[in-house]
């Protein structure tokens, strides 16, 4: 059902080409090998997961995507092009925004504020400009401010605009952080772990923001979960990972199915 | 009970009986203060954006005077020397950033703080090797920098407002006013919020570490000229002069290293405390020369009761 010029998903979305390829990443930190030979693709508008137990190599894959880290072997293609080793900033300013496992917030900043730094890459004004507050830069701050009002509105978090985001609780710092990366109007959205911590209300709240973003706003969206269930709910296709090495890849029913990852998760011995 | 008297009751007498000496003093105290404000905010800037205490701070004001001046001397006209000297500060800011913080991303912040140890000992070197040790005159004229004095006369008294004080206080005001449009109404002042909060999180959003800590130390650079300029016209331009960043310590701890208005307001108190209580009670009382210790005192007094300064961002701990 898929090919390179894009699918139809079983509810019957149509899925764009392929935005986004990992040609056989290698990364190795001195004599560990966090990911072996791993290649998959990522199309336009699909909502791409990874899935794999603790220690599999999720996160660094994420990190590879968002230019955190820098594959020892293999290649990332994205819009059709080789994309040369790049900065974290440099990726971001691609179009690819991220958030983090573990929240990376300006915690003494306000929730708007916070947002705002989502526009960081749409701002081109001179810095003149922008001190005097004038033309262009006046122009771009309204437009900006329009976009983060409607995400703002979007994530349903009006209420807490102007609170120091330190003082929020994580549910809702989990929400502020999808909006500072939806603020970049991202060609690519990178969501680590978007449910980690959450109690059952927060993670169907989250489910439906996410689902809603990819609707909406037809974002692409690759996602790392542990939670299975929400997993195979939401996500398109499945790239199951483990021990670093790629165990399955497909759609959730297909992945389901397949011996290798069920072993992995229900703990088959490893030789 | 004279000493009770001399602290509770004869300061105020004589503020009322002679208002224009009280008006001097506060003059005096704004235009000191106005520079202690634009020294704090170098630090708070570059602690903001990378959790740095930047100890060489005092050294680069001595530095940019003593370039200005020695570009002078070298028979460079003295404009294209100032723009000459920000050059300078630029390249400072460049190869600080390459040679000393990008190697040390990471790192504890006392490693960090060492680091600025080093470079303002490189710099004292740097400095004497080039322009030589000897005090020197700051070229103060030369750059149409006014002398003279304007004299009121307020209630029949006297009040001196030497030229120089005067545009001490404009271009500081000025540069204090630009700066904090800069930060809270540009892409880049947002970036430099930002990204003292959270490196990882500053990269995700397009902002580049390297661009931020140059521009932030190359701002600290022309902060460390004025500031040279303005002190360096009053007391010559010598090694001594990296005093007067010291003197922006106890305004850090009073407004906090955080926080931008926290520098402004606290330097300013400062300044005028300082001068007040050296006219009306220091030199009365204890026979003066109170100047040089007042801020510090007023400084632990104030972090008895709030150890995060006036206006520090409260620190809580959840356990």
């Given at each position: 059902m898929k090919d390179t010029e894009g699918y139809v998903t079983a509810d019957g979305r149509q899925i764009g080409g392929v935005l986004m390829e990992m040609k056989n990443i290698t990364l190795k930190f001195g004599g560990v090998?966090?990911?072996?030979d791993i290649s998959f693709d990522v199309h336009e508008g699909e909502i791409r997961a990874i899935i794999g137990p603790n220690g599999a190599g999720k996160s660094s894959m994420l990190n590879i995507i968002s230019g955190f880290y820098t594959p020892t072997v293999g290649e990332v293609w994205y819009k059709g092009a080789k994309r040369p080793p790049m900065k974290p900033y440099e990726v971001a300013r691609m179009g690819v925004a991220r958030t983090f496992q573990n929240i990376a917030l300006?915690?003494?900043?306000?929730v708007l504020d916070n947002i705002m730094t989502g526009r960081l890459t749409h701002m081109n004004a001179s810095i003149a400009a922008q001190a005097i507050w004038w033309g262009k830069a006046r122009n771009e701050e309204m437009e900006n401010r329009e976009i983060v009002e409607k995400v703002i509105d979007f994530l349903e978090i009006q209420a807490i605009r102007?609170?120091?985001?330190?003082?929020?609780p994580y549910g809702l710092k989990k929400r502020v952080e999808l909006a500072r990366a939806l603020a970049a109007e991202p060609s690519i959205l990178l969501l680590?772990?978007?449910?980690?911590?959450?109690n059952v209300e927060e993670k169907e709240d989250m489910s439906r923001f996410i689902l809603d973003v990819n609707d909406e706003f037809g974002t692409t969206i690759c996602l790392i979960e542990h939670d299975m269930g929400v997993v195979m709910d939401l996500s398109d296709r499945v790239v199951v990972m483990d021990y670093g090495k790629k165990i399955g890849d497909g759609t959730p029913d297909e992945v389901r199915g397949n011996q290798d990852v069920i072993d992995a998760y229900l703990g088959v011995p490893h030789d | 009970m004279d000493l009770l008297r001399d602290i509770f009751i004869n300061p105020f007498v004589e503020m009322a009986a002679m208002p224009d000496l009280f008006l001097q003093t506060l003059w005096e105290g704004l235009v000191s203060g106005v520079l202690y404000a634009l020294i704090a905010l170098g630090f708070v800037l570059i602690f903001r954006s990378s959790r740095i205490f930047n100890f060489a701070q005092g050294i680069m004001v001595v530095f940019a005077a003593l370039t200005l001046v020695g570009l002078y001397a070298y028979g460079i006209p003295a404009w294209i020397a100032v723009l000459l000297t920000l050059g300078v500060m630029f390249v400072l800011a460049v190869s600080i950033e390459r040679v000393v913080l990008r190697p040390l991303v990471g790192q504890p912040d006392i490693i960090l703080f060492m680091a600025t140890i080093g470079v303002s000992l490189f710099l004292i070197g740097l400095g004497e090797i080039i322009f030589g040790g000897e005090n020197k005159q700051m070229i103060t004229s030369e750059l149409g920098i006014p002398t003279g004095e304007t004299l009121l006369e307020p209630w029949g008294g006297l009040l001196i407002l030497p030229h120089l004080d005067i545009t001490v206080v404009v271009v500081g005001g000025v540069l204090v006013a630009a700066l904090l449009a800069f930060l809270n109404y540009t892409k880049m002042g947002r970036a430099i919020r930002a990204l003292g909060d959270d490196h990882q999180a500053a990269l995700s959003v397009g902002i580049s570490l390297q661009t931020i800590w140059v521009l932030v130390w190359f701002i600290a650079g022309i902060i460390a000229l004025v500031t040279g300029i303005a002190w360096g016209a009053r007391?010559?331009?010598?090694?001594?002069?990296?005093?007067i960043a010291y003197k922006a310590l106890p305004v850090l701890m009073l407004g906090g290293l955080e926080s931008i208005t926290g520098a402004i307001v606290g330097g300013l108190m400062i300044g005028i405390l300082e001068k007040l209580f050296d006219g009306y009670w220091g030199y009365p009382i204890?026979?003066?020369?109170t100047e040089t210790w007042f801020a510090f005192v007023l400084a632990l007094i104030v972090l008895l009761f709030r150890p995060q300064g006036l206006f520090g961002e409260r620190i809580i701990e959840r356990v």
């Open positions: 090998t966090a990911i072996s300006f915690e003494g900043m306000t102007k609170t120091p985001v330190g003082r929020l680590d772990e978007p449910m980690a911590g959450m | 007391a010559g331009v010598s090694f001594a002069l990296e005093v204890l026979g003066g020369n």
